[in-house]
Nanobody, 124 residues
Framework: QVKLVESGGGLVQAGGSLRLSCAAS????????MGWFRQAPGKEREFAAA????????RYADSVKGQFTISRDNAKNTVYLQMNSLRPEDTGVYYC?????????????????WGQGTQVTVSS
């Protein structure tokens, strides 16, 4: 079956960095656009970043533009999210997701598969 497993979350001070990874199995990774979404306590899950099948196109939420970088390695079936200059408002559970539609405009409703999430906590 399809599995997406996130890792790399943790506790970091404001201004610090984290790199999240999402390892995929059970699917032809290169045929899926990939996205990162996040959910803060008491809030809805929101889009953070997406990357096309080949990695040639990316899109970011305005709130993370210039701060986060999404990338993928199709040979390793892995997508990454480099997060720099972290702020307390970046705290939440971060989920990776796979979408069969090859578009960086994917919404959470269009994603076919989800990981279990990894907690990111940024202290002030």
């Amino acid at each position: 079956q399809v599995k997406l497993v996130e890792s790399g979350g943790g506790l970091v001070q404001a201004g610090g960095s984290l790199r999240l990874s999402c390892a995929a199995s059970g699917l032809t990774f290169g045929r899926f656009a990939m996205g990162w979404f996040r959910q803060a306590p008491g809030k809805e899950r929101e889009f953070a970043a997406a990357i096309s099948r080949t990695g040639g196109t990316t899109r970011y939420a305005d709130s993370v533009k210039g701060q986060f970088t999404i990338s993928r390695d199709n040979a390793k079936n892995t997508v990454y999210l480099q997060m720099n200059s972290l702020r307390p408002e970046d705290t939440g559970v971060y989920y990776c997701a796979a979408a069969s539609r090859d578009s960086v405009s994917i919404t959470r409703h269009e994603c076919d598969y989800w990981g279990q999430g990894t907690q990111v906590t940024v202290s002030s």
